[in-house]
Nanobody, 116 residues
Framework: EVQLVESGGGLVQAGGSLRLSCAAS????????ISWFRQAPGKEREGISC????????EYADSVKGRFTISRDNAKNTVFLQMNSLKPDDTAVYYC?????????WGQGTQVTVSS
């Protein structure tokens, strides 16, 4: 079955960095675009970045553009999210997502907490 497992979250001070990982299984990883979402307390889930399956093109939400970088290693079935210059507003649970078979699959999420 399709599985996505996020890791790499933690506690970091404002201005610091973290790198999240999303390990995928249960589907042909290289055939699908992968996205990162986050959900902060009291807020809706927000799409923050995605990376294509084909040419590696990427998209970023304005809230993270210039600070976050998405990448993928198809040989490892893994997507990464490098997060720099973190702000307290980045505090959220971060989720990996794939649209597979016309439905969304989600990981369990990894908590990122940015202190000020």
């Amino acid at each position: 079955e399709v599985q996505l497992v996020e890791s790499g979250g933690g506690l970091v001070q404002a201005g610091g960095s973290l790198r999240l990982s999303c390990a995928a299984s249960g589907f042909i990883f290289e055939d699908y675009a992968i996205s990162w979402f986050r959900q902060a307390p009291g807020k809706e889930r927000e799409g923050i970045s995605c990376i294509s399956n084909s040419d590696g093109s990427t998209e970023y939400a304005d809230s993270v553009k210039g600070r976050f970088t998405i990448s993928r290693d198809n040989a490892k079935n893994t997507v990464f999210l490098q997060m720099n210059s973190l702000k307290p507003d980045d505090t959220a649970v971060y989720y990996c997502n794939v649209l597979w078979g016309l439905r969304d699959y989600w990981g369990q999420g990894t908590q990122v907490t940015v202190s000020s």
